[in-house]
């Protein structure tokens, strides 16, 4: 078999880029060729599968570091100003703006995973024995966000069925608060319509982060940014690397939700409590972090036009604002029962998705790792329940008899 390079002015076979593969061609002495796949490489049974989705993988990746030049440049717009939680709301913001205009966007799955576990071990250094000395506080509101649950998804659901007119299924499913990657899983097994339930939860999680940084500043005085105090040495930076991967790692296998971000973060989050490490990774880690977040959500209206948005946007924005002012209101009384801030209350019951939640409570220095441990018990009670509230009300899409 040959390979032949020939100048691309006469080659009929696929262009092959170096820089999306991360090599460069040393003096641009290849940067007009292209590599004949034209006969025995694309028809051997070896390198066909490799060389027919050559192109189909360069525009790929012309697709995604578009979406994170996007998603950088938003973020850092309002990062910069100093909006709290800005790089991730910055981020979602311009990806999801490029989204509805027609523009492809797209985040490949490992620069996600990546960007889980940076921002998760990160998380883990705002774990202080203060944080852990209210632990005995914890049960408390965790009460309070179960009790959540039904009111919220039963308030929604009545309006979304008596006042928008939509279907049992497509109420209950669009209703829930949270686990938004599990309900999307579920509903096409309903009678459900998955895109209106598609629609309102994506729109329930990025008018949550774009909202909460301006509620933090409404609500917080003003004050100078806590110093970030380094890692100690490359021992602390290797302990807290090694252990946030396998922390994330063991998380993912045992299908704990968002099991790299929640893994990361408890590994980290036992090496800062007990004292093992110190200080924290460099700012610009929980930075890409917040990007690669921000951007996962604004691609998430991929798909979606202006006008399909705009169908379903009234109905959205009530819902949110009911299910929202059932949050606060338990946050409120969450407060007076303990001694939490009601800001750090309401983003740990607010109705959005667990990693987005997670990772905005990190960026506005809320304590990560409580408003985690709300969310995931309010995403573990709804992925336990649902089924059987399918099942319950006969929600079931009617199986097909073909075959």
């Not at 004949?36 to 051997?44: E, G, H, I, L, R």
């Amino acid at each position: 078999m040959a390979i032949s390079l020939l100048p691309m002015s006469k080659a009929n076979g696929t262009e092959i880029d170096g820089s999306s593969m991360g090599h460069r061609w040393p003096l641009g002495s290849l940067s007009g060729v292209r590599l004949d796949t034209s006969d025995a490489f694309a028809k051997s049974p070896s390198f066909a599968p490799i060389a027919r989705p050559l192109a189909r993988l360069q525009s790929l990746d012309r697709i995604t570091w578009r979406s994170l030049a996007l998603g950088t440049g938003g973020g850092a717009l309002l990062g910069l100003a100093g909006i709290p939680g800005g790089w991730i709301a910055g981020s979602m913001l311009a990806v999801a703006m490029a989204a509805l205009s027609g523009v492809q966007v797209n985040l490949t799955p490992a620069l996600r995973n990546l960007g889980f576990l940076a921002v998760g071990i990160s998380m883990g250094s705002g774990v202080t024995p203060e944080a852990l000395s209210r632990l005995s506080s914890w049960p408390i509101t965790l009460i309070l966000v179960i009790l959540s649950i039904p009111l919220i998804a039963g308030t929604l659901t009545w309006f979304l069925m008596r006042v928008a007119g939509w279907n049992r299924a497509t109420a209950l499913l669009s209703s829930l608060p949270g686990a938004l990657s599990y309900l999307m899983a579920l509903a096409p097994e309903t009678k459900a319509d998955v895109p209106r339930v598609a629609i309102l939860q994506t729109l329930r999680v990025a008018i949550l982060v774009a909202v909460l940084p301006l509620v933090a500043l409404w609500l917080s005085d003003p004050v100078p940014p806590a110093a970030i105090v380094p890692l100690g040495g490359w021992d602390d930076a290797i302990l807290l690397f090694v252990g946030g991967v396998g922390g994330a790692i063991l998380a993912y296998l045992v299908r704990v939700p968002a099991g790299l971000l929640v893994g990361g973060l408890f590994v980290s989050a036992v090496l800062h409590g007990s004292g093992l490490v110190e200080g924290r990774p460099p700012e610009w880690v929980a930075i890409a972090g917040f990007v690669s977040l921000g951007t996962l959500i604004g691609t998430r209206f991929a798909g979606t036009r202006w006008k399909e948005l705009a169908e379903v946007l009234s109905v959205s924005l009530v819902s949110f604002v009911i299910g929202a002012s059932i949050a606060v209101v338990m946050a409120l009384v969450g407060a007076a029962l303990t001694d939490f801030s009601v800001l750090k209350l309401i983003v740990a019951f607010a109705p959005g998705g667990l990693e987005a939640m997670v990772v905005l409570a990190f960026a506005m220095d809320l304590d990560p790792a409580f408003v985690a441990a709300h969310h995931l018990v309010r995403f573990l009670l709804i992925a336990l329940a649902a089924p059987f509230v399918v099942r319950w009300f006969d929600l079931s899409a009617p199986k097909s008899n073909a075959g």
